[in-house]
């Protein structure tokens, strides 16, 4: 059962309160240059991330938000560290949210300033702490960070925060250790009540990467702990949204676009299952019904082990069968086993 969070309002969409996990991902374009992070933001937008960030490491990248803010479809969220007019700065240009780890803003006047204008925005607040930037004064010499030294900083953060009468928080405890990032959030979701950002940082690259984040992530989703989740691969971020949401798919959290079955093939299989899967992805990217589809590689069983599927085809010798709800509707040439498949999804998009 999911935990509940305290509602937190980040522009038009609620995070915790029992709303579904939000997926979200960040620009890795230089915010400066506008228009390649106008792009990047549409891009990911339409791959359906629902929050996006972006880096604002300087002034400069402060006066692009008044052009990027106007032109993004989802709430955007300010990244800051360091120098707090960053964040004041931000805020003015109409941000929905702004991620600062307040133990590195400076003064406890810096974080109040911060919260005021946050205040007079109506924008959130993510208090985010890292494993790898940790404040000395919550570290033992010589022991290392454990989870209990991110918990204590978050609380620390957040009694700064209620200290200046501050609620519309989001938290995240992030490290690049699987267990320790496992560790730390079952903890902090004992202790709060706000919604939590989860993400495994540094995850790495490819599958390395893809695996390390689905460890931790699914560990603590299926525990009901996780409010909004960011997969960090090194690349492309539309990669990052793809997998989060394969991975709330998966866990039968949130139903968007198409949830795809395809067998591992085997001795049996005669076509090439590989691209006829990539060409069915690739040609039907653009629906959003949460459908179930099947690409087998074995008429024999397809059908039948991909029974659950609302479409699917199956490849034989030179020829293949397509299905709809687990019954064949007809055998055609290999050939045109994707355009068939494609007109069955298309015709079904049609009675919507």
Not at 280 to 285: D, F, G, P, S, T
Request: charged share 25%; hydrophobic share 40%.
């Amino acid at each position: 059962m999911k935990k509940e969070t305290k509602k937190i309002q980040v522009g038009g969409l609620q995070i915790g309160g029992g709303a579904p996990v939000t997926v979200q991902s960040m620009t890795n374009t230089d915010t400066r240059n506008v228009q390649k992070t106008i792009e990047q933001i549409r891009l990911l937008h339409q791959a359906g991330c629902e929050i996006i960030r972006v880096a604002v490491p300087d002034q400069e990248a402060v006066q692009a938000l008044h052009q990027i803010v106007p032109a993004c479809p989802t709430p955007l969220v300010a990244d800051i560290h360091f120098d707090y007019r960053l964040a004041l700065g931000a805020l003015d240009t109409g941000v929905d949210k702004i991620r600062i780890n307040p133990g590195n803003i400076g003064a406890a006047w810096k974080v109040k300033e911060i919260v005021e204008k946050a205040k007079d925005r109506n924008a959130a607040i993510r208090v985010g702490v890292n494993a790898g930037s940790l404040e000395k004064r919550f570290v033992n010499e010589g022991v290392g960070v454990q989870s209990r030294h991110l918990v204590d900083s978050v609380l620390d953060q957040v009694n700064l925060l209620e200290s200046f009468g501050f609620s519309s928080m989001v938290l995240s405890a992030k490290a690049s250790s699987v267990p320790l990032f496992v560790e730390t959030n079952r903890k902090l979701a004992e202790v709060v009540n706000y919604p939590l950002h989860l993400g495994v940082t540094e995850a790495g690259f490819g599958i390395p990467g893809i695996v390390k984040s689905t460890a931790g992530l699914s560990v603590l989703l299926s525990e009901g702990i996780g409010d909004t989740i960011r997969v960090s691969l090194t690349g492309d971020p539309i990669q990052e949204v793809e997998v989060a949401w394969a991975l709330l798919k998966s866990l039968g959290m949130r139903k968007q676009g198409i949830e795809w079955i395809s067998c591992p093939t085997c001795g049996r299989t005669q076509v090439d299952l590989e691209s006829l899967a990539r060409e069915a992805k690739e040609r039907l990217q653009g629906i959003r019904t949460p459908y179930v589809i099947a690409v087998m590689g074995c008429e024999v069983n397809g059908p039948g082990e991909a029974s659950n599927a609302d479409f699917g085809i199956a490849g034989g010798k030179g020829r293949g069968v397509v299905f709809k709800a687990g019954k064949i509707v007809k055998t055609v040439a290999e050939d045109q086993l994707i355009d068939a498949l494609v007109e069955l999804v298309e015709e079904a998009e049609r009675k919507e």
